[in-house]
Nanobody
Framework: QVQLVESGGGLVQAGGSLRLSCAAS????????MGWFRQAPGKEREFVAA????????FYTDSVKGRFTISRDNAKNTVSLQMNSLKPEDTAVYYC??????????????????WGQGTQVTVSS
């Protein structure tokens, strides 16, 4: 089992950058596939990015490709989301999620049994 704690959210102007971090407790962090999801007010939670447990593959939703980068540091039990060129439509609560081993579909919420509490990202225009 793993516990997740996000940090790094805040208020930023459009075009700015933020770096979110997710700290994981527990053992064998390297064996978890990690994902970032977000939920804007009045909208469903949606997939943002994911990185495989092996670190061998990263995946992004189309709207963030070229702007966001997901990475992991298995020695520090952390996964990060570097967000550049932020837009007002990126405003949401961002959640870190984890799944032991591989995932059939990295973009599906139900694949991830473990979730953090979320961190707010607000992008002003």
């Amino acid at each position: 089992q793993v516990q997740l704690v996000e940090s790094g959210g805040g208020l930023v102007q459009a075009g700015g950058s933020l770096r979110l971090s997710c700290a994981a407790s527990g053992r064998s962090f390297s064996m978890y596939t990690m994902g970032w999801f977000r939920q804007a007010p009045g909208k469903e939670r949606e997939f943002v990015a994911a990185i495989r447990w092996s670190g061998g593959g990263t995946f992004y939703t189309d709207s963030v490709k070229g702007r966001f980068t997901i990475s992991r540091d298995n020695a520090k039990n952390t996964v990060s989301l570097q967000m550049n060129s932020l837009k007002p439509e990126d405003t949401a609560v961002y959640y870190c999620a984890a799944k032991w081993g591989s995932a059939h579909d990295l973009g599906i919420m139900n694949e991830y049994p473990y979730w953090g509490q979320g961190t707010q990202v607000t992008v002003s225009s």
